[in-house]
């Protein structure tokens, strides 16, 4: 299971005394860890009756749910990249790609801007969509396609290209 992976790599880091390594997967772990007591919560919530054991076994995450949280990880990655280059913070930059190879390890392979294509003009086929105003339904036949595959700014910007 990846989060077993994760937290062998993160071993080896703090073995090879890899301090990026050892403080991106640290944080990956924590997130995927509340991750995980929220789902934990909900449950509990949402079933009263559920004993300790059953909420335990019912709030384990599930692979998705594990790359949902190294995405997101990804995601604030990228983000603070554009930030940081806005701000010619190149410094900051470089950590943060750093950061960014790490957690990519974790991420299923990427879909090219080729296959993002298809996926779109598929989606287009199959709403009817015509104009800018259809960008809901596209995204909404897309995103599960796409989701922790790619990058949802590149999708976004090629539904756009794609409804012009």
Known sequence: MLLEEIKKDLISFQKDK????????????????N???????????????????ELDEKSVLTEE???EAVSSEVKKRR??????EAGQRFDLVENE??????????LPKELTEEEIRIIVKEAK???KAVSQKDIGLIMKEIVPKTKGKADGNL?????????Q
């Open 97 to 106: 790609n750093k950061e960014l190879e790490v957690l990519k390890k974790y």
């Open 125 to 127: 086929e199959k709403t």
């Open 79 to 84: 983000d603070s990249i554009q930030s940081f």
């Open 155 to 163: 999708v976004a910007k090629i539904v756009k290209e794609e409804l």
């Open 35 to 53: 991750k995980g007591k929220d789902k934990r919560l909900k449950l509990a919530n949402e079933n009263p009756q559920l004993n300790d054991s």
């Open 65 to 67: 749910e594990v790359i």
């Open 18 to 33: 890899n301090e990026t390594g050892v403080s991106v997967l640290r944080m990956l772990v924590s997130s995927i860890v």
